[in-house]
């Protein structure tokens, strides 16, 4: 079973664990212009944010823009996620 495990950190993106340059983690405003505004989100990377976190992390440019995820074990090192037995 998947958990989240730590503190919800805004500026990482919570499948890799790289920053994710968004410009309210930054201390922006919500509205803010963003990078993220100019680019096609992938379905399928959007529904592999945990629920928990949906609506409060944004994902980093690689991660939003990719359309080949297979199944959990293509999550880089580093992300949010942690096997429990």
Same mark, same amino acid.
């Given at each position: +079973?998947?958990?989240? *495990?730590?503190? %919800?950190?805004? =500026? %990482?993106?919570? &499948?890799? @664990? /790289?920053?994710?340059?968004?410009?309210v983690?930054?201390? @922006? +405003? %919500? =509205?803010?212009?963003?990078?993220?505004? =100019? *680019? /096609?989100?992938?379905?399928?990377? &959007?529904? /592999? %944010?945990?629920?928990?976190?949906?609506?409060? *992390?944004? &994902?980093? /440019?690689?991660? &939003?823009?990719?359309?080949?995820?297979?199944? +959990?074990?293509?999550?880089?090192?580093?992300? *949010?996620?942690?096997?429990?037995?």
């Amino acid at each position: +079973m998947n958990a989240i *495990v730590g503190a %919800i950190d805004q =500026g %990482i993106c919570p &499948l890799c @664990g /790289r920053p994710n340059h968004c410009v309210v983690a930054a201390g @922006g +405003m %919500i =509205g803010d212009p963003c990078w993220c505004w =100019g *680019v /096609r989100a992938a379905p399928e990377a &959007l529904a /592999r %944010i945990p629920a928990a976190l949906r609506q409060k *992390v944004c &994902l980093c /440019r690689e991660c &939003l823009t990719r359309r080949d995820w297979k199944d +959990m074990a293509d999550l880089p090192h580093g992300s *949010v996620f942690e096997e429990q037995d």
